[in-house]
């Protein structure tokens, strides 16, 4: 194969393309220091020289890392046949192992044991809030949004607003906002569990039965313009909401039953064990939700539309039912928040966070639980490794930039997750092999 | 201030000031059907919603800027120069946007039409595609940093006097730009032949590649067109209201209401929707509770989910065959 053939040029091409956007990705931020507009006077140069490429002073290395990456695309090109082979035997090590069920058994006692004794294994405070407030909450949240985008095949991009309804809530309720709570009488933060789920599901059927009846994509904009205007509203409405301060002082949970009084303080530790039952809960719980009847809807709707409602299954019904228990998922994730870090604001809820909840799901694999489970814990142990600690140049903003690159290539290379569920990876492959060839379905979805 | 008296107010307040909301309206509108029609158009051929187009008409704004600052600096141009200017602003700004459009195409659409891949992962590329684009230009030029062009015209020109209320430059512009880019394209799907083609992809992608239509071709320019008037649309955004990452979103969210509500996959459609959404957001101005502009976004998302209950094909429905 020749260096200089029009293929490999064109791969040469992409390839330039690729690390000149991965220069811009990783550089400075442009017009740094200075805000952005005092970048645009002098000369043409001179106002160039702070946006761009040319800011970030890694083209050349980035140019020779282009080059590189074109070597070895050819390289493999010409020998991947063998590479494949030879990585085959390999690559399914795992999988031969996990089939039997001891080791299976045995590797889900080791992650209990280990996750039981992280309290006594993590001695830095800071990271145990950020297991419990980062990592914690947020399988709750991916756990959530898999009913949804993994189980029922939707696309909700309204997650931050659900989240958002049941942390402000919370807030209402308890009476820390500057609205006064209902009937002037403020309830404990654990009783809004049940007040938060309930109207965060609530909100939800409301904007799920008008868009479901439709195809997938309305759903999508009509719940990112759902998470828009809340995000705008409560960071707006201060006589309502608090603004952009919010409110500083959710009072912590507290059981007082019986002879039981117990207050969760300042510690994480508790914290931690609290979210870890709730996940184990979710966990049990949408295992089982998976395998009953609505499950198996989902699935049969998710696979055949058509198909399904001639057996009797209403999509619509089903379908709002997904919906719901994903909002009400994200609504019972902000009540725990709430009660968790104590103080809520607007930047907690912004739209941007349906995403991050998404990249969870999908990373993990759509539908498969404990795939989401562990892609939640590798996805927000790296974030927030990256956001306090800011490696190699990263900074605060770049997250999402990482995100919807990561979710493009996820779609592109590995649909079904690192994870995936057999039976979500089979009808993916199965689909894809069915529709070859017919152009109309392809362009047009799956939808007759 | 007591709710009856508020709702009052706000029709007094569109009482006096008609012409002035109208002619909001009207700019806002023709911007919104500008967007409107890349949507449409991609949803006809694709069957999809490009949710990365509201970051195209962002790269449209933000190339204008470049531009004109380069070209003027600090002054502020007056006579033919603004025209020249406008017009060279409508061109980069949509050549950059029609580059975006189809490099989004390139690396979110393509490979996964290539595979075959069912819908959701369409949606999920590109929601990651909306939002790399929209981080990349928040770390590039500054996140919710609002950044304007240079003055084309003085700001606040005002052009003429409908009775007594001021009429701007930048609304006859917008106006007259919107119009000409609509018949333009309207023209191109109507009576060319690469708009048969892409005509004959939207009504039946499998039999028109067999009559000899070239699909990946067509999807491209597809993209092109659509993307050419969101450029535009950000340039004439950008000189009345500044440019800033985030706007691609928002404007996003009140095109793809106008496309829905004049009737997805509808060109025609996209206009009439565009132009009422425009004048619906400017009227509900002054209905916004604490003066929070917030509202008119309430309102608007209203009327998209309204709309979503009540006719989802849209006013004008649809003429390419598909059901909603």
């Known amino acids: 194969m020749n260096l200089l053939s029009r293929s490999s040029l064109k791969r040469l091409l992409a390839a330039l393309l690729l690390a000149g956007v991965v220069t811009l990705m990783t550089g400075a931020p442009g017009g740094y220091g200075v ?29 020779t890392l282009g080059i590189i990456a074109w070597l070895v695309s050819t390289y493999y090109q010409r020998h991947s046949l063998t590479i494949r082979r030879r990585l085959e035997p390999v690559m399914a090590i795992p999988t031969q192992v996990m089939q039997r069920r001891t080791n299976r058994w045995l590797l889900i006692g080791l992650v209990v044991i280990v996750t ?43 997650f931050a607003a659900f989240y958002a309804i049941g942390a402000y809530a919370t807030a209402w309720f308890t009476g820390v906002l500057p609205t006064p709570a209902p009937f002037n009488h403020p309830i404990p933060t654990l009783w809004c569990i049940p007040i938060g789920v309930g109207l965060a599901m609530v909100f939800g059927i409301i904007l799920g039965i008008p868009t479901l009846r439709l195809r997938g994509d309305y759903l999508a904009i009509v719940t990112l313009g759902f ?99 994903g909002a009400a998922s994200g609504g019972f994730g902000g009540v725990l928040t709430a009660g968790l870090i104590g103080n809520i604001n607007p ?33 927000q142990f790296v974030t927030s490794y990256l956001d306090n600690y800011q490696p190699w140049g990263y900074q605060l903003n ?36 069915d529709h070859e060839g017919h152009l109309d379905e392809v362009l047009t979805g799956d939808e007759p | 201030m007591g709710f009856a008296h508020f709702w009052l107010s706000g029709f007094d307040q569109i009482r006096t000031g008609f012409w002035a909301y109208f002619a909001v309206g009207l700019e806002n509108g023709s911007l919104y059907a500008m967007i409107a029609v890349g949507y449409t158009l991609v949803y006809g051929v694709l069957g999809l919603i490009n949710f990365a187009h509201g970051e195209v008409f962002m790269c449209g704004g933000f190339a204008a800027v470049f531009l004109t600052h380069g070209i003027l600096g600090d002054r502020v141009a007056n006579g033919w120069e603004s025209v020249f200017l406008i017009l060279a602003g409508i061109a980069i700004a949509g050549s950059v946007s029609a580059l975006v459009a189809t490099g989004v195409e390139q690396v979110a659409y393509r490979p996964l039409r290539r595979r075959n891949a069912p819908k959701l992962a369409y949606l999920i590329s590109a929601i990651g595609a909306s939002y790399f684009l929209q981080t990349l230009a928040g770390k590039e030029f500054g996140y919710g940093q609002n950044i304007f062009p240079a003055q084309v015209f003085p700001a606040g020109q005002t052009m003429f006097f409908i009775g007594k209320t001021p009429i701007h430059t930048i609304q006859v512009v917008c106006l007259v730009v919107g119009t000409a880019m609509f018949v333009a394209a309207d023209r191109i799907v109507r009576s060319t032949r690469l708009g048969r083609g892409i005509r004959a992809v939207a009504q039946d992608s ?20 659509g993307g050419s008037l969101a450029g535009a649309a950000g340039f004439l955004y950008a000189l009345q209201n500044g440019i800033v990452q985030s706007s691609g979103t928002e404007l996003g969210i009140y095109a793809f209401t106008a496309a829905v509500l004049g009737g997805i996959g509808n060109l025609r459609g996209a206009a009439l929707g565009g132009l009422l959404i425009g004048l619906f957001g400017s009227f ?6 604490e003066g929070n502009i917030s509202w008119t976004e309430i309102y608007t998302f209203i009327i998209l989910v309204l709309v979503l209950i009540v006719r ?13």
């Open chain 1, 35 to 63: 805000p952005a507009y005092t970048g645009l006077h002098g000369s043409f140069l001179e106002r160039v020289s702070y946006f761009g490429l040319f800011r970030t002073q890694r083209w050349f290395l980035f140019l």
């Open chain 1, 116 to 158: 039981i004794f992280i309290p006594k294994l993590v001695h830095q405070q800071f990271w145990m809030y950020l297991i419990v407030e980062q990592i914690g909450v947020w399988i709750l949240l991916a756990l959530g949004l898999n009913v949804v985008v993994g189980f029922a095949g939707l696309l909700d991009l309204g």
């Open chain 1, 227 to 325: 998470a828009l205007i809340i995000d705008d509203f409560v960071g707006t409405q201060s006589g309502l909401t608090g603004g952009g301060e919010g409110s500083l002082t959710v009072p912590k949970f507290a059981v007082h039953v019986g002879p039981v009084h117990y207050t969760w303080g300042i510690s994480p530790t508790p914290y931690y064990y609290l979210c870890f039952l709730f996940v184990v809960i979710f966990l049990i719980a949408f295992t089982a939700l998976e395998y009953s009847r609505v499950g198996r809807a989902w699935v049969a709707i998710r696979e055949d539309e058509v198909a399904a409602e001639s057996i009797g299954i209403n999509p619509l019904k089903y379908k709002v039912m997904a919906f719901a228990v």
């Open chain 1, 347 to 379: 930047t907690l809820f912004q739209y941007q966070v349906s995403v991050n909840v998404l990249i969870l799901v999908i990373f993990g694999g759509m539908g498969s639980i404990w795939g989401v489970a562990i892609g939640a814990i590798i996805v």
């Open chain 1, 398 to 433: 770049d997250l999402y930039m990482y995100i919807g690159a990561l979710l493009i290539i996820m779609m592109i290379f590995r649909p079904a997750g690192i994870l995936p569920s057999r039976r979500r990876q089979r009808e993916i492959q199965s689909f894809e092999v």
């Open chain 2, 206 to 225: 499998e039999t028109s590649a067999l009559m000899g239509v070239n699909i990946d071709r067509t999807i491209t320019l597809t993209f092109i067109i």
């Open chain 2, 284 to 289: 509900s101005v002054p209905f916004a509770f």
């Open chain 2, 312 to 324: 989802p094909t849209g006013i004008l429905g649809e003429k390419s065959g598909r059901t909603a």
